[in-house]
Nanobody, 124 residues
Framework: QVQLQESGPGLVKPSQTLSLTCTVS??????????WSWIRQPPGKGLEWMGA???????YYNPSLKSRTSISRDTSKNQFTLQLSSVTPEDTAVYYC????????????????WGQGTQVTVSS
């Protein structure tokens, strides 16, 4: 059974960089053909795919967020990390990590394993 757990600060100030880590157990993040994604849901809105890192280590980003987003991994810890720079209150959302077989999907059923999600609020 694969389990994912997000961790990171719940409050970030505007203009700062948001950094979240997803710790994976029960499966390796280097396994192909899976993509390990970050997805967020702002209050009152739908899910938004932000980007992913493949088992190979290649990264992929939502074009609308690409200039501010970076995804990396630590294979020794079986973790992957999201960094989102220059945050604004519009980046307030529940942030999820998830495993899937495709890129760019924003429907919950497209992913077979999800973290529980972590609330991030951007406020001064």
């Amino acid at each position: 059974q694969v389990q994912l757990q997000e961790s990171g600060p719940g409050l970030v100030k505007p203009s700062q960089t948001l950094s979240l880590t997803c710790t994976v157990s029960g499966g390796s993040i280097t396994t192909n053909p899976y993509y390990w994604s970050w997805i967020r849901q702002p209050p009152g809105k739908g899910l938004e795919w932000m980007g992913a890192i493949a088992g190979s280590g290649s990264t992929y980003y939502n074009p609308s967020l690409k200039s501010r987003t970076s995804i990396s991994r630590d294979t020794s810890k079986n973790q992957f990390t999201l960094q989102l720079s220059s945050v604004t209150p519009e980046d307030t959302a529940v942030y999820y990590c998830a495993r899937g077989l495709h890129l760019g999907r924003s429907a919950r059923y497209e992913y077979d394993y999800w973290g529980q999600g972590t609330q991030v609020t951007v406020s001064s």
